[in-house]
């Protein structure tokens, strides 16, 4: 079993919709997760950080479920330039050594 | 300022040849971290530098070594190539002490054939 599991997709919806994407982890001891975002044959950028409490920047939520070993991003009302891969990343370490253990990743193509 | 940076963005081996890539990062920062990445899957870590050791490793063989500089620059070698190594190889960088996020350069597109 993948430390990272993620639904790969593709993910295809309208401009203005609403989409969830889900991840799991299996080691109940990572500290930190984060949710990166990485365009066609670019490098991934970190969109940001998720905590329990849940965070929000905007159109964009993320939550994180300990219990359940579950973690979620939202976007809401979707942009062309929302279109990417989306990777669900872990640190087992707390983040202080940036071991990054990252999903497959969920690719998002936002329709016209 | 300039980021994280890799060299070559490109290149082409051959089966059995070894190859080196290089970064340079972001400046600032000490700790480098060098990830593969297979067409459709995410990042793998491979191993990662600190003070000019490897602090930790991931799960690849020996024919993966790499190299931190005293300028906190790295390099990453592979030896005795293999189809399979063909992917995009990420350098991140990133503050040890200050905990801070990892920023990753462009990667490096190594095609073995």
């Known amino acids: 079993r993948k430390e990272v599991e993620q639904d790969p997709g593709p993910f295809n919806v309208p401009e203005g919709a609403t989409v969830a994407f889900n991840c799991t982890y299996s080691?109940?001891?990572?500290?930190?997760f984060f949710w990166y975002r990485q365009d066609c044959r670019k490098e991934p950028k970190l969109l940001m950080s998720?905590?329990?409490s849940g965070n929000e920047d905007g159109r964009f939520t993320a939550q994180l479920n300990r219990a359940s070993q579950y973690i979620s991003l939202l976007i809401r009302d979707s942009k062309l330039s929302d279109s990417a891969t989306y990777l669900c990343?872990?640190?087992?370490?707390?983040?202080?050594?940036?071991?990054?253990?990252f999903g497959t990743g969920t690719l998002l193509a936002v329709q016209p | 300022d300039a980021g994280v940076t890799q060299s070559p963005t490109h290149l082409i081996k051959t089966r059995g040849q070894q190859v080196t890539l290089r970064c340079s990062p972001k400046s600032g920062h000490d700790t480098v971290s060098w990830y593969q990445q297979a067409l459709g899957q995410g990042p793998q870590f491979i191993f990662q530098?600190?003070?000019?050791?490897?602090?930790q490793r991931g799960n690849f063989p020996d024919r993966f070594s790499g190299h931190q500089f005293p300028n906190y620059s790295s390099e990453l070698n592979v030896n005795a190539l293999l189809l399979g190594d063909s992917a995009l190889y990420l350098c991140?960088?990133?503050?040890?002490?200050?905990?801070?996020?990892?920023?990753f350069g462009q990667g490096t597109r190594l095609t073995v054939v």
């Open positions: 998720v905590y329990s």
């Open positions: 991140a960088s990133s503050l040890t002490k200050m905990n801070t996020e990892a920023f």
């Open positions: 530098y600190y003070e000019e050791e490897e602090r």
């Open positions: 080691n109940s001891a990572s500290q930190s």
């Open positions: 990343v872990g640190d087992p370490y707390g983040g202080a050594t940036n071991k990054l253990i």
